[in-house]
């Protein structure tokens, strides 16, 4: 009996209109366009403006991009799953506006937290109901407005994070297409170098707290960029030993994009060519949960009917993983 597989069957995305690029942001901390792009190789990162608009917003706007493309009947989708670390609000879950301003009536959602790796669990996480045989159209949302949580005085984290959403339709395949495999990875002593450490039950919300200007993102460096550049490159190369795969077996590979470094570093693990790898951090920026399907939006036209295709991540927590796919679909007949 063919394995029943979920799929991806469609992509949309949404990107804030406003450019905060090196220039604008040297201006504000003391920063330049050379240090960053040497660092970390980012150019521009794209910011929320819009009163009042937050991660819903953004994330409604990639779903309604995708149902258009796809076709699909808001009332047909079974599940949302929304992938944020910048929620609207602690609660209700973002994932349950977002079934509101998109008209997702028959569809139960939850909000999924796993930092920049939360586009991953959340799409294994969406198989698994699938392969169960219980849903048919599953909705993944990667959303997040990171400009709410960034400290623009310091100039160490400011550069690195953007606003934007990526979204994808999960449906069942029998043709062997689909999410093949995955390595998921979780380790929390690692909470302490990357971590926002206000607004939760451990340090709640005070006056203390706001000016002390604990609410915005913390990270230590060196800590953070060793243990990314050696997990994902590590998982990466481990999934396609696993699956006996060479670097001509693979079509792409689509990684966070946290650090240019950071992704060289997995490729060359890999033995691919960089011209199988996905990268787009130049011009948004590490976009959190929606890094991986940015990417896979702006190459869909690309992507091939059966192409072997490695996503792989690394984040707050620390959590790391990687999924092999094969692609559905002809990305050029879309």
Known sequence: MTKLRAAITGIGAYVPEYVLNNEELSRMVDTSDEWIMT????????????PGAGSSDLGAAAIQQLLEKTGT????????????????????????????????????????????????FAINTASQFIEAGNY??????????MSTITDYTDRTTCPLFGDGAGAVLLEPNTEDLGIIDSILHT???GRQYLYMKAGGSVHPSSKATVENREHFIHQE???VFKAAVSRMADVSAEMMEKHNLTA?????????QANLRIIDATAKRMGLDPSKVMINIERYGNTTSATLPLCLW?????????????????GAGFTWGSIYLKW???GDKI
Do not use: M
């Open 39 to 50: 660092r970390v190789g980012i150019k521009e990162r794209r910011i929320l403006k819009t």
């Open 73 to 120: 009947n808001p009332e047909d989708i079974d599940l949302l799953i929304c992938a944020t670390v910048t929620p609207d609000h602690p609660f209700p879950a973002t994932s349950a506006i977002i079934c509101d301003k998109t008209n997702l009536k028959n569809a139960f959602a939850f909000d999924l937290n796993a930092g920049c790796s939360g586009f991953l």
């Open 136 to 145: 048919k159209k599953i909705i993944v949302v990667g959303a997040e407005k």
């Open 187 to 189: 380790d929390g002593a």
């Open 221 to 223: 460096g060196q800590p």
């Open 248 to 256: 001509d077996d693979l079509a792409w590979l689509v990684p966070h």
């Open 298 to 314: 702006e190459w869909e036209s690309k992507l091939k009917k059966g192409d072997n295709i490695i996503l792989a991540t690394f």
């Open 328 to 330: 559905a679909y002809d």
